[in-house]
């Protein structure tokens, strides 16, 4: 059979095909990461810029690599996953800076039940980190932003500090903050970044003028619109 990594780069490049994208700017967060990689390795005429936030290239560790997590580590996260995937837990430890807010943990929580059962959440995680997407880094051309939060309790900002010294054009930028997601925490500064890698230039504070609106309504506009017709009204 064929891996997750292969199934998951045949949909990538259906999805690109059919919106016509040759090469567009691609992203990947948390377990997107090795997938990402090689799938970049293996088909760089279909990517110009890659942007990486929060993710690694091995989640698991090697004699060469004693910044992954052993296997009882990742057993640990795996039965962690499948406790609080889908309920309102899971953003104590991926979102804390919206834990406190009551709606958006339901939303999120919903968010989660959505995307995947919890059993289809743990075997994707348990897929995911059997692949060693390191050897690709050394392929990889196109210029790279990495992205990683300095207090994320699920992933060291190693991970991202290494992707970035192995690759050949990357940029390295550590963010405050411990959420897993650029969504809430700090989203400005990630968005300026990431307009900054892509198009040379941040646009900055937008201009502000002081103008005046004065609104009106005119006695049974509603009857002679319909009367009139749009143009000549």
Same mark, same amino acid.
């Given at each position: 059979?064929? +891996?997750?990594?292969?199934? @998951?780069?045949?949909?990538?490049?259906a999805?690109?095909? =059919?919106?016509?994208a040759?090469?567009? =700017?691609?992203?990947?967060?948390?377990? =997107?990461?090795?997938?990402?990689?090689?799938?970049?390795? &293996?088909h760089?005429?279909?990517? +110009?810029?890659?942007?990486l936030?929060?993710? $690694?290239?091995?989640?698991? &560790?090697?004699?060469d690599?004693?910044?992954?997590?052993?296997?009882?580590?990742?057993? !640990?996260?795996?039965?962690?996953?499948?406790?609080?995937?889908?309920?309102?837990?899971?953003?104590?430890?991926? $979102?804390?800076s919206?834990?406190?807010n009551?709606?958006? #943990?339901?939303? *999120?929580?919903? @968010?989660?039940? *959505?995307?995947?059962?919890?059993?289809?959440?743990?075997?994707?995680?348990?897929?995911?980190?059997?692949?060693?997407? #390191?050897?690709?880094? &050394?392929? *990889?051309?196109?210029?790279?932003?990495?992205?990683? #939060?300095?207090g994320?309790?699920?992933?060291?900002? $190693?991970?991202?500090?290494?992707?970035?010294?192995?690759?050949?054009?990357?940029?390295?930028?550590?963010?405050?903050?411990?959420?897993?997601?650029?969504? @809430?925490?700090?989203?400005?500064?990630?968005?300026? !970044?990431?307009?900054?890698?892509?198009?040379?230039? #941040?646009?900055?504070?937008?201009?502000?003028?002081?103008?005046?609106?004065?609104?009106?309504?005119?006695?049974d506009?509603? !009857?002679?619109?319909?009367?009139?017709?749009? +143009?000549?009204?």
């Amino acid at each position: 059979g064929r +891996s997750i990594a292969e199934h @998951w780069q045949e949909d990538l490049l259906a999805v690109l095909d =059919a919106a016509g994208a040759t090469a567009p =700017a691609l992203m990947g967060l948390t377990d =997107a990461g090795p997938l990402l990689l090689r799938f970049v390795a &293996a088909h760089p005429e279909r990517c +110009s810029r890659l942007i990486l936030f929060n993710t $690694s290239a091995c989640f698991a &560790a090697a004699p060469d690599y004693p910044i992954g997590f052993d296997p009882e580590q990742l057993q !640990r996260f795996l039965e962690f996953i499948r406790r609080v995937w889908g309920n309102e837990k899971w953003p104590d430890w991926f $979102s804390p800076s919206v834990a406190g807010n009551e709606p958006l #943990r339901r939303w *999120i929580a919903k @968010w989660c039940r *959505i995307q995947a059962s919890p059993g289809t959440a743990v075997a994707n995680v348990r897929d995911v980190s059997a692949i060693d997407a #390191r050897p690709a880094l &050394a392929e *990889i051309r196109v210029p790279t932003l990495v992205m990683t #939060r300095t207090g994320h309790r699920m992933l060291p900002a $190693s991970h991202g500090r290494y992707i970035a010294e192995q690759l050949h054009d990357a940029r390295f930028v550590e963010l405050p903050g411990a959420d897993g997601m650029p969504m @809430w925490e700090t989203s400005d500064e990630i968005l300026d !970044r990431v307009e900054e890698f892509l198009t040379g230039s #941040r646009h900055g504070e937008p201009d502000r003028v002081l103008v005046t609106l004065m609104s009106t309504d005119l006695v049974d506009s509603t !009857r002679r619109a319909a009367e009139l017709g749009d +143009s000549a009204w």
